[in-house]
């Protein structure tokens, strides 16, 4: 004779059957998005890190200094398959946001949503900033807000339906969530966190949640053991973030997390929080509101970037159309709704896609203060102009022995993807990864250097001579940034290249370099 476990009865609101799902109208809000984004993907230019990452796209490995490979290698296939070009570049993004929109309506099933309250999920995760912002750029936000919202759904229906096969399930999704960004480890430790202190505390005594992070782990090994063999430098990579945000204001963390969905729908997803902390037909999914609330502390605490939190906000504004369906059962209530999204998509779209020309943004006050992400879209071509007529006016002789050194990989990347048009050499960076996309040989005597600093420079080199500034009429952020030609290296470039490296990243607006060892940050 053999006895089983019973599993803990359900309550009724869980053990209810799902409304069934209507997919054309869901696919059809998915395709109109994913149709926009591609239409608006070639305005202005490549954004910093899209170059940075075109680059490493020739450079494959299993991990980066400030990145998993994942990106990497789709941007790999992307320009294998579609070509090298813009459009094609952002062709992935598109495809992902649409796949994350419709997750959004069968998060909102899970919560017992019927067929409209679903697609009001749907269209509302679609008018949000964070789709927008996130499908319009490749990068690691594209899997990196795809894992954590397929996470969470899978979470909320492990809690609705005590299967607990769904623990292997999570654990390859977070496997190959890994390879795109580490920071997954901070929703991992916030849904924890949920759990343990609201339930459903049995899910993790299951011998499936040890086989799901073992699946985990097996999967994402090869990034790990990379991280390991190369010291971590993610760690450091998070320290560099961590003091930039230590010198701006944290009064600016809540009105990052009312910009990363948008101001009109924000409603919208902090009912969706008030509804899983008091509703109590919702008390088996309470965890997943007091995650965001840990992360939040967590991210304060630590000096964590407020966008960190926004997938999880997205999961919220899921949560809250359920709500806003039960709410708006009159005209007016649903003429308000509807205004609401629609502004939203207008002041999202105006601030994270480049909706008008990039001369609109450069000359509007409010604008430049708040679509920064439009400048670092711009400007790059012209930096690459400038820096080949440098390159020209050097004697012949000389240009044999020519290279470019750009302080961050932005500048880098432009000019290996610009360059060629001149028949510029290779442009190198010390900056993070770049580093590592190869050194100059000890015949590559002159130096064509961007944004360096000259102090530096000159102890490395005999002579340094400027030759003018980046001259541009936006206001991007290399913008006065000096050029120079640095002659004779004092050292051999094996012995120089280490002196040139560092882990860090750019300020947005600024110019400015932050690295772990910073005392300031951006400002």
């Not at 369906?325 to 999204?341: C, D, H, I, N, P």
């Not at 920064?372 to 002789?397: C, H, K, N, S």
Request: proline fraction near 5%; include cysteine; aromatic fraction near 10%.
């Amino acid at each position: 004779m053999t006895t089983t476990t019973a599993k803990p009865d359900l309550p009724t609101s869980i053990k209810a059957t799902l409304p069934a799902v209507r997919w054309w109208p869901l696919l059809s809000v998915a395709g109109a998005l994913t149709a926009l984004l591609l239409v608006l993907s070639g305005r202005h230019g490549y954004h910093l890190d899209e170059l940075y990452t075109r680059a490493a796209s020739q450079h494959l490995d299993w991990g980066q200094i400030d990145q998993p490979p994942l990106v990497a290698l789709v941007a790999r296939l992307e320009i294998m398959v579609f070509g090298d070009s813009l459009t094609a570049f952002r062709i992935v993004p598109a495809l992902l946001i649409g796949v994350v929109v419709i997750l959004a309506a069968f998060i909102a099933r899970e919560l017992g949503a019927n067929q409209r309250a679903q697609l009001l999920a749907t269209i509302a995760a679609a008018a949000s900033g964070l789709a927008l912002h996130t499908g319009h750029i490749l990068g690691t936000n594209n899997f990196d807000v795809l894992v954590w919202v397929v996470v969470c759904w899978l979470a909320i229906r492990l809690a609705r339906t005590r299967d607990y096969r769904l623990w292997l399930v999570m654990g390859a999704v977070v496997g190959f969530g890994l390879h795109a960004k580490y920071l997954l480890a901070l929703l991992l430790l916030s849904l924890a966190a949920g759990i343990l202190l609201c339930g459903p505390r049995e899910a993790l005594r299951s011998w499936k949640l040890v086989a799901g992070v073992v699946i985990a782990a097996v999967i994402a090994a090869p990034v790990l053991v990379w991280q390991v063999m190369h010291g971590w430098p993610q760690v450091e990579m998070s320290k560099a973030l961590s003091t930039a945000l230590d010198t701006l204001s944290r009064i600016s963390f809540i009105p990052m997390q009312i910009l990363m969905i948008g101001l009109f729908l924000s409603p919208v997803w902090i009912a969706g929080l008030v509804g899983l902390l008091r509703r109590p037909q919702w008390r088996p999914y309470r965890f997943i509101g007091v995650a965001y609330l840990f992360m939040v502390v967590l991210l304060l605490v630590i000096g964590g970037q407020a966008a960190y939190a926004s997938a999880l906000q997205f999961v919220l504004l899921a949560t809250g159309c359920v709500m806003v369906e039960q709410w708006a059962r009159t005209v007016t209530r649903k003429y308000l709704f509807g205004a609401a999204v629609g502004l939203n998509l207008v002041t999202s779209a105006v601030l994270m896609l480049p909706v008008f020309p990039i001369q609109t943004y450069a000359g509007n006050p409010v604008l430049q203060e708040l679509a920064i992400v439009q400048f670092d879209q711009a400007g790059w071509p012209e930096l690459t102009a400038q820096a080949a007529a440098i390159y020209r006016g050097l004697p012949v002789a000389d240009q044999a022995h020519a290279i470019f050194y750009g302080n961050h990989y932005g500048q880098a990347g432009a000019l290996d993807k610009y360059g060629p048009q001149y028949g510029l050499p290779h442009a190198y960076s010390g900056h993070n990864s770049y580093a590592d996309f190869g050194q100059p040989t000890d015949d590559k005597t002159i130096v064509i250097t961007i944004g360096v600093d000259r102090a530096q420079f000159s102890k490395l080199f005999a002579r340094c001579e400027p030759h003018g500034k980046f001259d541009i009429d936006l206001p991007v952020s290399d913008r006065g940034q000096e050029f120079m030609v640095c002659r004779q290296p004092r050292e051999s470039w094996s012995l120089l290249w280490p002196k040139l490296r560092w882990i860090g990243f750019q300020c947005p607006y600024t110019a400015k370099a932050v690295t772990a060892t910073s005392t300031e940050g951006c400002t």
